[in-house]
């Protein structure tokens, strides 16, 4: 898979790209992320990226020809599937659609800063948008790594373990069921003993039951759906 994020601040990935499992996708040859400063795209002697807002008073809006420029670039190079846009009215990002975009060859992510960007990019360069929840982040940076986060540990090879995004909550239409590690006993607070049975169909049992009790309490909606499944 191959990411070409565009952004005002690309700084902000370092952290979120260099350490884990990102880190190690990269190493691996599994994603390639291009990062874009959309300073390098303006023809304004002061790389300037936003102006005022023609409505009064509403902040400072991302200028369209910049971001075109920059899009236009990237075009050339290659062909993408989607051309997406962080915004908190965009799509809601849940499982579904991160396993749906994970399954893309090529993506652009624009971020978005101050007041957001002019109407006119999102009319004619973007494909789609994207919502991390329903809250407003200062910009689009922080919201574009959880969708890469998100979307690169669903590529085959990613994680040590590949079954075990297979595993997360919602998957399967249910949260994850608790687990537990060593020591059995910490000052009295026990590890379930059906874990410790090496009994296989006991433990499935268990954590089927436990993952359905789960969702029932803190996903309600969910569990609605997963019971008509
Ligand atoms: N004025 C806009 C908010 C702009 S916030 C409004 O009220 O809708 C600045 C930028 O942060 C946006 O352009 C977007 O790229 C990003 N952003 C803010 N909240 C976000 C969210 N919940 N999900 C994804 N991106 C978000």
């Known amino acids: 898979m191959h990411i070409d994020i565009i952004a005002v601040f690309p700084e902000m990935f370092e952290g979120p790209f260099t350490e884990s499992i990102i880190k190690r ?11 874009h ?32 420029n920059c899009i236009s670039h990237l ?3 290659r062909d993408y599937d989607e051309v997406i846009y962080m915004s908190p009215d965009g799509e809601l990002l849940d499982q579904p659609l991160c396993n749906k975009l994970s399954m893309q060859q090529n993506l652009i992510i624009l971020c978005g800063h101050y007041k957001g960007i002019d109407e006119r990019i999102r009319e004619h360069l973007i494909t789609k948008e994207i919502s991390i929840g329903n809250y407003v982040l200062s910009g689009g940076e922080l919201g574009a790594a959880v969708l890469v986060d998100s979307l690169v540990r669903l590529i085959p090879g990613a994680l040590g373990d590949e079954t075990s995004a297979l595993s997360d909550s919602f998957q399967d239409g249910l949260v994850s069921p608790p687990v537990y590690t060593r020591p059995r006993n910490y000052k009295g607070w026990e590890v379930p003993e059906v874990l410790l049975s090496g009994n296989d169909k006991m433990i499935s049992d268990w954590r089927l039951e436990k993952a359905i009790e789960r969702t029932k309490e803190r996903r309600p909606e969910m569990y609605e759906i997963f019971k008509k499944s």
Do not use: C, W
Not at 25 to 35: C, D, F, P, R, T
Not at 40 to 47: F, G, L, R, V
């Open 37 to 68: 400063n959309l300073r390098d795209y303006t023809t304004d002697k002061h790389h300037k990226v936003d102006d005022y807002s023609f409505a009064a008073g509403a902040g400072m809006v991302m200028m369209i020809e910049p971001v075109d």
């Open 25 to 35: 996708a990269v190493s691996k040859g599994i994603v390639e992320i291009g990062l």
């Open 75 to 77: 075009k050339s190079q």
